[in-house]
Nanobody, 125 residues
C-alpha cells in the first residue's frame, strides 16, 4: 500500500514557475513508476509526465515538453514536477500517481494503482 500527498500548487501569472512535490509513504518507493496527471474543469484527466523506476527514464506530454521536468528522490520517497514558463492552459488539478509496474501504457489513468488527492494550479494571463 502506498499513500501519496501532493503539495506546491498555487496561483501564478503566465510565464512564472511552480514546483510540485509528491510525498510517498510505504515501502519500496524505488520500485514504483511515478507519474503526474492533470485534470482541468470539464475535461478528462490527462498524462503530464512520468519517471520510471530503476534507471529513472522520463517521458512527457507534448504540451509540456521543454517546460516541465519530472524527477524523483528515492532516499526521500518523493517525486517532483518543476513547471516553468507556465501558461493559462496549464490550469488544472495536478495528481501524483504510482504503480509497480504500470498496467499497460503508462500514459493512461488505468495503468496506476495509487493516487494522491490533487493540488490546484492556476495560471492567470
Amino acid at each position: 500500500q502506498v499513500q501519496l500527498v501532493e503539495s506546491g500548487g498555487g496561483l501564478v501569472q503566465a510565464g512564472e514557475s511552480l514546483r510540485l512535490s509528491c510525498a510517498a509513504s510505504g515501502r519500496a518507493f524505488s520500485t514504483y513508476t511515478m507519474a503526474w496527471f492533470r485534470q482541468a474543469p470539464g475535461k478528462e484527466r490527462e498524462f503530464v509526465a512520468v519517471v520510471h523506476w530503476g534507471g529513472g527514464g522520463t517521458d512527457y506530454a507534448d504540451s509540456v515538453k521543454g517546460r516541465f521536468t519530472i524527477s524523483r528522490d528515492n532516499a526521500a520517497n518523493t517525486a517532483s514536477l518543476q513547471m516553468n514558463s507556465l501558461k493559462p492552459e496549464d490550469t488544472a488539478v495536478y495528481y501524483c500517481a504510482a504503480a509497480s509496474p504500470p498496467r499497460g501504457d503508462y500514459r493512461y489513468v488505468y495503468a496506476y494503482d495509487y493516487w494522491g488527492q490533487g493540488t490546484q494550479v492556476t495560471v492567470s494571463s
